[in-house]
């Protein structure tokens, strides 16, 4: 796909991609507006070659061979053993330098067009994270409950408040769409 010129590709990532997956960790670790899960705590190299790649896909924009952004789904999380297929939890980020460019609509788009089994999307935003409300709003996803003090941030020493929002794929995928057409994102179909 094309974003400003830039030749990005997105990729259904494997453990191959352990490395360059942490390496771009390394560089949100230090960015005030990242709310991935390093931001929470100290992820090392170890915790993400133990990432189960086929149970939880994770998909990648890279450029110029290094990670620029991330889009997972968690599937099946939910109620015990009688796990639920068809539900996945998403986790998703940008860059800095690619926010707001649609690349996140673009990522989405690419992931859940190929997880066809899903069916329903689920999402835990830090109430301080408005970029990411702003998206999944976009997305047709719906905020559902906030929960005070749910996590703690070792990094910042602080509990933090999440939002929890829920949402159709079959409506965020079409929105997806339209959104990256909208930012511009050429040639990602």
Not at 38 to 46: A, N, P, W
Not at 136 to 153: D, H, P, R
Request: glycine content about 6%; aromatic content about 12%; proline content about 2%.
């Amino acid at each position: 796909m094309l974003i400003e010129g830039k030749n990005i590709k997105v990729i259904k990532a494997g453990e191959e991609y352990a490395e360059k997956f942490f390496e771009y960790l390394q560089i949100l670790k230090d960015d005030p507006d990242n709310y991935t899960i390093i931001r929470y705590e100290d992820v090392k190299l170890e915790n993400v070659k133990k990432i189960k790649w086929n149970d939880n896909p994770m998909f990648l924009a890279v450029a110029e061979e290094k990670v620029i952004g991330s889009v997972q789904l968690i599937r099946g999380k939910y109620f015990g053993l009688n796990k639920q297929p068809h539900v996945a939890e998403i986790a998703y980020s940008v860059a800095k330098e690619f926010r707001g460019k649609g690349l996140i609509y673009a990522l989405i788009y690419k992931a859940l067009k190929e997880m066809h089994e899903i069916k329903i999307i689920t999402a835990w935003v830090d109430e301080r994270n408005l970029r990411s409300q702003k998206v999944l709003e976009k997305l047709g996803a719906k905020l559902l409950c906030k929960i005070n003090n749910f996590m703690y941030s070792l990094r910042e020493g602080i509990y933090v408040n999440m939002l929890f929002y829920s949402g159709n794929v079959e409506e965020m995928t079409k929105r997806a769409k339209e959104e990256a057409k909208r930012k511009g994102v050429r040639e990602f179909l």
